[in-house]
């Protein structure tokens, strides 16, 4: 089964809007900890936002700002203000504290930001 | 300060060949994480190395090896080449366990 799952495989948003990008995610583990990592063209994953599962408030990191449900186990990732920069590939992971603790990573969504 | 490495950053080999690859972590990091990913499986987790020890290995035949040295600096070995192998291999590191991690900008490995 998908422990993390992307259900946007692409978007298209205007610049200077706000974009929500899906991750759910599928765990019976209670420590946890929910990433968003950003993957240009030239391939570095960049590190975005941290959740973790005691979390009692949404992660925010400037422009970026996670979604975090428990009880849906939903972790979306939400940009404000988008800017051309902002297109790459976009990917949720989770690490499961209590069991193996390696992180693992969903298929991403390409985001592309239109002037 | 410098980020992660990995070396080289584009490899081309045959089948049946063997390619190691390097990755010197963030000073100070002593976890080393190694990911394939390609463009029909997305990442893969391949193993973990934590002072030394390998903490995780994910579902990858035993082709795929690594190790981590005294320094932290890691490195992965997979042996007799398949095409299937064609992939970008990115190395992370992370302060501590249970860490973000913080990635290199891969080695590009193209068998053929």
């Known amino acids: 089964a998908q422990k993390i799952t992307q259900t946007q495989p692409g978007m298209f948003v205007q610049e200077k809007e706000a974009v929500t990008l899906d991750c759910t995610y599928d765990?019976?583990?209670?420590?946890?900890?929910l990433f968003w990592y950003k993957q240009p063209s030239s391939g570095e994953m960049i590190f975005l936002i941290y959740?973790?599962?005691?979390?009692?408030q949404n992660a925010t990191e400037g422009r970026y700002s996670l979604n975090f449900q428990k009880a849906r186990k939903s972790a979306n990732l939400v940009i404000s203000a988008s800017q051309l920069g902002d297109s790459a590939m976009y990917f949720c992971a989770m690490r499961e504290l209590d069991r193996d603790d390696k992180i693992i990573f969903g298929k991403g969504t390409r985001l592309h930001i239109l002037p | 300060k410098a980020g992660v490495t990995q070396t080289p950053r584009y490899l081309i080999k045959t089948r049946g060949q063997q390619v190691t690859l390097s990755c010197s972590p963030i000073s100070g990091h002593r976890s080393v994480s190694w990911y394939q990913q390609t463009p029909g499986q997305g990442l893969q987790f391949l193993f973990e190395?934590?002072?030394?020890?390998?903490?995780n290995k994910g579902n990858f035949p035993g082709r795929f090896s690594g190790r981590q040295f005294s320094n932290s600096r890691s490195e992965m070995n997979v042996s007799t080449l398949e095409l299937g192998d064609s992939a970008l291999y990115l190395c992370?590191?992370?302060?501590?366990?249970?860490?973000?991690?913080?990635f290199g900008e891969g080695s590009r490995l193209t068998v053929l």
């Open positions: 765990t019976s583990d209670p420590s946890y900890g």
């Open positions: 959740q973790g599962s005691y979390d009692q």
């Open positions: 190395y934590f002072s030394e020890t390998q903490r």
């Open positions: 992370a590191s992370s302060e501590r366990e249970s860490g973000e991690l913080f």
